[in-house]
């Protein structure tokens, strides 16, 4: 698999699940609002959310996407969290659905994860072996 197979597999299930820890406490959350923006791997959440308490102390995370069969792909990598008015709205124009969610993207309550992937890998088969991903 390489990383357009992978924006493709994420694309078919819609639905991948952020994990966040900030050394006390770990979170896992089923997340939909997310395009890629070149090499980084952006989200849409809220600025009061567990997440972003836990990524302003620990600045790292790890997206996971999995079909009904097992196939997955597990994207790891720096976070960083932006109130920038630009980008909110790339992301709001992007991703149609969060019109449904939010009403002013920019408001201050809606912020943007920017991961920057440095680890992609995948389970394609029954046999749950691991392949890395080549980031481009």
Known sequence: MN???VKKFMKEVGWG???TGDGATAGARPMSGWAWKGSELWCATGESSDKVAQLRKVPYAEYCFCDPQGKHVRI???CAIS??????LWLYKAVPALKEYISDPAGPEYVVIKMKPENIRCV????????????K
């Open 17 to 19: 699940i952020l994990a």
């Open 3 to 5: 990383l357009e197979d």
């Open 83 to 88: 109130t920038d008015n630009d980008e909110k």
């Open 76 to 78: 790891a990598g720096p």
């Open 124 to 135: 394609e088969t029954t046999e749950l072996r691991y392949t890395q991903v080549e980031l």
